[in-house]
């Protein structure tokens, strides 16, 4: 009998595996040495890899590999409408993202897992005088699995230099909501839209490479025009926030029906469009009241899960 070999397990540490590639050209350009820790030094590599399973009737977190200054605690079932759902809160030991730093994170969720993955807190990104900082996020959601991922605000500070990469791959049958909110700076600081370039990617696909949707930011200081004027660049509003979700539990229409109707009162200006192949909906919002934005962004998560599960989302609270 012949057994089937075993895929090699990736080299975690090695840079191929955290550095991001096509990076924008503008943030490529500034690579450099600094007088600091280079890229790859200790504690400028942080990694995070989970992958999720049903166990006993609920999701169990059935591999970690996590390298400092990214980790977690231990998952928490604290939902009482879903009790099998998986929550983790997803940490950094650090005071920030700093220059050259490399994070990279990895969530693979099996068959009907069901999964819940936030950050403990915003994710700051500090001044960069050399190179610049990225983050690779890479989410993979098998057949039948329903996982969101809600990671709190990105806060570029004076001077950053920041690209993050999102890939997410979604199996025919599987569900994510995948939630986003940058902010314009450290606005009690007055640092409104100061850093000197932030970079986003969001790449949506099947699992066999078709595409679904693509989300890319650029920013800079030195684009052209006021910092903030215009609606792509925040439309002089603080915050931005993103929902995508992308499902085939309904059509992409009701979904969107639904996200209109969450939002309908709070007085954010905000747009919603389904997305290509009838895949699912995504909605953008803008405000420049901190509370507002959060409790919009939440009444649409809301009303998305009771949609697509039939239960109510819990009222999470941050350790």
């Known amino acids: 009998m012949r057994t089937a070999a075993l895929p090699a397990r990736p080299d975690r540490l090695s840079p191929a595996y955290y550095t991001a590639v096509r990076v924008p050209p503008h943030l490529a350009a500034t690579a450099s040495l600094p007088d600091t820790l280079p890229a790859g030094s200790p504690a400028k590599v942080g990694i995070l890899d989970l992958a999720f399973a049903v ?11 996590q390298k400092s200054p990214l980790q977690i605690m231990r998952p928490l079932w604290i939902d009482a409408e879903l009790p099998g759902m998986s ?3 997803l940490m950094a030991t650090g005071g920030g993202i700093v220059q050259a730093d490399r994070y990279r994170m990895d969530f693979r969720c099996g068959p009907g897992t069901q999964v819940h993955l936030t950050s403990q807190a915003a994710t700051k990104v500090l001044r960069t005088e050399y190179d ?17 991922y809600l990671p709190d605000p990105l806060i570029p500070f004076k001077d950053s230099r920041f690209y993050q990469r999102t890939e997410v791959t979604v ?3 599987a569900t994510v909501v995948l939630g986003e909110t940058l902010t314009a700076g450290r606005l009690a600081r007055g640092e409104r839209h100061a850093y000197r370039a932030l970079a986003t990617d969001l790449h949506v696909s ?33 915050h931005v926030s993103s929902l995508f979700v992308i499902t085939d539990r309904v059509p992409a229409a009701e979904i969107a029906d639904a996200l209109h109707e969450a939002l309908a009162g709070f007085g954010v200006l905000y747009g919603v469009s389904v997305l290509p192949r009838d895949c699912g909906a995504w909605v953008r919002l803008l405000d420049s009241d901190p509370v507002r ?3 919009a962004r939440t009444a649409a998560w809301h009303r998305v899960r009771v ?9 999470l609270r941050k350790p």
């Open 87 to 89: 929550y983790v809160y």
């Open 206 to 238: 099947r699992p066999d490479g078709t595409l679904l949707a693509v989300d890319t930011l650029r920013l800079t200081s030195a684009a052209p025009g006021p910092a903030g004027g215009g609606p792509a660049v925040f439309a002089g509003a603080d």
């Open 307 to 315: 949609l697509l599960t039939g239960r109510p989302a819990p009222d």
């Open 55 to 65: 166990r006993g009737g609920r999701t169990e977190l059935v591999e970690r590999y």
């Open 132 to 148: 610049c900082a990225t983050q690779l996020v890479r989410l993979t959601a098998q057949a039948g699995s329903y996982v969101e």
């Open 293 to 295: 934005v959060t409790a």
């Open 171 to 173: 199996a025919p049958g």
